[in-house]
């Protein structure tokens, strides 16, 4: 599997459902972020969470990060249509670049 | 404040041919990295550079690609010749501070390149 892996690739949900969505990894990080990509833009930073850090709240959005798993999840609460998006995970190992995993794609349906 | 600005948003080209991709960091931000979206893939690393200076270029595909960043302000990316593989987005970010991990990564909307 590639570095920073999400699951599910795809998940369609109702406006005011929750939204999980995982990232795997295999190598030590320095921190991992969440990014959003509405269709034909660019890539938003949501939220960075940094290796001794458990769990980060913004907003609507809840990051974990369990080290010892290489495991992070992203919970979007009460979720709108407008958080129609790909959503992508991105380590950093402390090299100053970002490595992505494919992104899951989330519908949220009025 | 202005954000990272790419251009073109689109390019179709032919296999052979050449294209120059520009990118505008924002203002003050020493670091500018290149990643690239080939269909169907994650989105890649390319380059970093630090000012003018390249840090990492360890994930240009081979010397096709050429990056630039004169007097570390914007950077160009040409692709010459250009082969049907390169058809993808290729995405421009920045952030602040001069050389290390340093966080927030501010992307711009990428340019679709297609090579027919």
């Known amino acids: 599997s590639q570095q920073g892996e999400e699951d599910p690739q795809a998940l369609s949900i109702q406006e005011g459902e929750n939204a999980t969505m995982n990232c795997s990894y295999k190598t030590s990080i320095n921190n991992l972020q969440w990014y959003r990509q509405n269709s034909g833009r660019g890539l938003v930073h949501l939220i960075l969470i940094r290796s001794n850090e458990r769990e980060k709240h913004s907003g609507r959005l809840r990051v974990t990060l369990d080290t010892s798993k290489k495991s992070s999840s992203l919970l979007i609460t009460a979720s709108r249509a407008a958080d129609t998006a790909s959503y992508f995970c991105a380590t950093d190992a402390g090299y100053s670049t970002l490595t992505f995993g494919k992104g899951t794609m989330l519908l949220v349906s009025p | 404040e202005a954000g990272v600005t790419q251009f073109p948003s689109h390019s179709v080209i032919e296999k052979g041919q050449t294209v120059t991709l520009r990118c505008d960091p924002i203002?003050?931000?020493?670091?500018l990295y290149w990643y690239r979206r080939v269909m169907g893939k994650e989105i890649k690393f390319l380059l970093h550079f630090v000012k003018e200076s390249k840090q990492d270029e360890s994930g240009m595909p081979n010397n096709r690609f050429l990056a630039e960043r004169t007097g570390g302000t914007y950077s160009t990316l040409k692709v010459q010749p250009a082969e049907l593989e390169d058809s993808g987005v290729y995405f421009c970010?920045?952030?602040?501070?001069?050389?290390?991990?340093?966080?927030?990564?501010?992307f711009g909307a990428g340019t679709r390149l297609s090579v027919l």
């Open positions: 970010a920045s952030s602040q501070g001069a050389s290390g991990s340093l966080g927030i990564q501010y």
């Open positions: 203002s003050g931000h020493d670091n």
